[in-house]
T-cell receptor, first 116, second 111 residues
Framework: EAQVTQNPRYLITVTGKKLTVTCSQNMNHEYMSWYRQDPGLGLRQIYYSMNVEVTDKGDVPEGYKVSRKEKRNFPLILESPSPNQTSLYFC???????????????FGPGTRLTVL | GIQVEQSPPDLILQEGANSTLRCNFSDSVNNLQWFHQNPWGQLINLFYIPSGTKQNGRLSATTVATERYSLLYISSSQTTDSGVYFCALEDSGAGSYQLTFGKGTKLSVIP
């Protein structure tokens, strides 16, 4: 089944304890990105990646890191989480950006993160 | 950046009723998608529809790109249709493939 998976789905942690949220897609998509969703602010993009080893900042990158060493994986790293990073996080992917403009994005199931 | 407005913000329907959700946008788009966020928070793809009309069961969508709006039709609504419906667009001038989401329409279908 074609899908985007995220792990963990739920996480409660404490301030300053490094964590990684994994994202993997099995559709051979080039483009991957991370969003966070907050009440009243909607969904905002954190980072995106056009291809392996190519990443760039979205609208709210502060406090996050990403890497894209393999095409299928795009982990989100919080080196020193803070309470204002409590949010619902989504990973998304879409087909090759060279097949313009057919770029439907598919979202993972979400990771609900609470930082105490 | 591109502006996205969805209406109505909230909608309560009796089971079996029909509804139309609207998405207005301010600029030309490469991509327009409709999503349903269910009560568990999952974003479900409904339609990829930068232009034209599509139908999938009780749902259909129409985008008139030249007039910068899209409509999502839900017919014979069911309680499982409850949740938030988002319109999301990719600005054709942005180059980052980022989706800009509207604030959503919260739909409640009551038995």
């Amino acid at each position: 089944e074609a899908q985007v998976t995220q792990n963990p789905r739920y996480l409660i942690t404490v301030t300053g304890k490094k964590l990684t949220v994994t994202c993997s897609q099995n559709m051979n998509h080039e483009y991957m990105s991370w969003y966070r969703q907050d009440p009243g602010l909607g969904l905002r993009q954190i980072y995106y990646s056009m291809n392996v080893e190519v990443t760039d900042k979205g609208d709210v990158p502060e406090g996050y890191k990403v890497s894209r060493k393999e095409k299928r994986n795009f982990p989100l790293i919080l080196e020193s989480p803070s309470p204002n990073q409590t949010s619902l996080y989504f990973c998304a992917s879409s087909a090759t950006v060279t097949v313009y403009p057919y770029n439907e994005q598919f979202f993972g199931p979400g990771t609900r993160l609470t930082v105490l | 950046g591109i502006q996205v407005e969805q209406s109505p913000p909230d909608l309560i329907l009796q089971e079996g009723a029909n509804s139309t959700l609207r998405c207005n946008f301010s600029d030309s788009v490469n991509n327009l998608q409709w999503f349903h966020q269910n009560p568990w928070g999952q974003l479900i793809n409904l339609f990829y529809i930068p232009s034209g009309t599509k139908q999938n069961g009780r749902l259909s969508a129409t985008t008139v790109a030249t007039e910068r709006y899209s409509l999502l039709y839900i017919s014979s609504s069911q309680t499982t249709d409850s949740g938030v419906y988002f319109c999301a667009l990719e600005d054709s001038g942005a180059g980052s493939y980022q989706l800009t989401f509207g604030k959503g329409t919260k739909l409640s279908v009551i038995p």
